[in-house]
């Protein structure tokens, strides 16, 4: 493989990335307002949630992989891990390192999740209203193409989405098809102290 | 001397004199009185027959004074043995959890019991007056709302911290922190009986049964653990004849062809071992007059009622079941409900903050297999 191919790579799955964790942020954060509506399949909310951002770790791993293995680069496994220890770029590159940790913990929480409980994981999984602005940085700080048009563009798409539905979720209230039934079933099991 | 029962001794309500007279002066609990009980392998009888001795050592070791719930909210409509104990011993209750307290370092009581158990509460509240100043200081009677799931643990606790008795997600467990974030003893008012005894160096290997449905004389018994299903059906003048099956364990149990279930032993573990669960030690025997699907659809719609509306797959799951089990009993099934009730068993199962939807599915899931022929048939029905 040429150098100049993986590069194309690396610049390529990285805004990929990019656009696949916005649909992942923009669909959890819809789903606690319930946007779906009755007779959607549950593939189309919770398990597109999960599945976008399982999709989205395989585009950041060969990002990262192929950044790493770039000769031309010569980054080394170092900065893969270790926020800010890259020689290039050194604060830039640092963030993506921490929004790709903080990934990590949100997605092995989330498969422990039945493990560590609903609180420990909820703590955690509140980290990708960190995660997501750090990469995004990460992506204009970082690379041949920060700063171009065509990018610049993509981030501001992606920043639109994730605000209105940011937006969205704090200005409606969320509908819980279960109100009366758990307001019923508490006045039955209720007593003055 | 017979060897020592729960409710050995006079008819009716036992006063505290006649109950010292009857067993002696209570001994004070310690943790020398856990390990006692860890050693006499003795296990909850509120039905997850989980190890007494395990759960009061967890509450021992937590940080700080414990907490003790006697557990009599008995909210099963089958059983009826937690009621009897507590209106005809209420004194072996109370002193079972005053041991469980000065043995974990508990220093509040509270006895939960189910508000419309009428004979209970009456025994349990002219018991409490009669005890020592020290006992009544520490102790209180509190009525518990007569729902199902009332009685489940967390929902006990919550009970007594915020007087509404639904469960609640765990962690954090009871043991871990229950009332006011103490480390909280929930235990059964059967089990502690039990303590009770222990703590006298007597052994009363044995376990309260509530025998019903289509048998000669309906009514709570004691057994000697070594029994087997066919000798407690037997005290209650045995199942009458051409009973299909037996509903072990109540509503949260599961249907056992009735052939199979005489041989049936009644220790915990090794009915477990069987694939059988005492649960709480209710023995239903299916009247051959009934309708197996009839009164399947009736457990699992009670269960469905009781569902705290907390969890929507517990919620939407057990109304889904108990509509599906309704058309099938009542002959005008929809074509995917039987194949609907085998698969929403397995969606179900695990998703609710609680066992409640767990406890529904087993049942149901033991339904459609003994019931297997009935099923089929009834499927076919369909349009």
Redesign the interface.
Known sequence: MSNSLLWYTTRGAGVVSLLLLTGVVVLGVLSVRRFEAAGWPRFLTVGLHRNVSLLALVFLGVHILTAVVDPFTSLGWVPVLIPFGSYYRTFWLGLGTVAFELLLAIVVTSLLRAFI???AWRLVHWLAYAAWPIAVLHGIGTGTDAGSFWLLAIQVLCAVAVLAAVALRLLTSSPD??AA??A???E?????? | MTAPTLLGGPAGAESFAEHQRRLGARPLGSPALIEHIERSGLVGRGGASFPAGAKWRAVASGAGPAVVIANGAEGEPLSHKDQVLMATRPHLVIDGAQLAAESVGADRIFLYVGESHRAALAAMASALQQRPAVERARTRLLPAPPTYTAGEETAAVHFVNERVATPTAIPPRPFEAGVDGRPTLVQNVESLAHAALLARNLFPDTVLLTVGGGVARPGVYELHTGGSVGEALGLAGGARTGARAVLLGGYFGGWIDAAAAAGFALDPRRLKAAGGSLGCGVMWVLDPRSDPLLETARVIQHLAEESAAQCGPCFFGLRSLAGAAARLAGGQPERSDLPNLHRWVDMVRGRGACRHPDGAVAFMASALQVFAPEYAAAGRRAL
Request: positive net charge; proline residues 12%; aromatic residues 12%.
């Open positions: 409980g609903a609180w098809p279960l039934d758990r019923r079933f508490r039955r099991v209720s007593r003055e102290p």
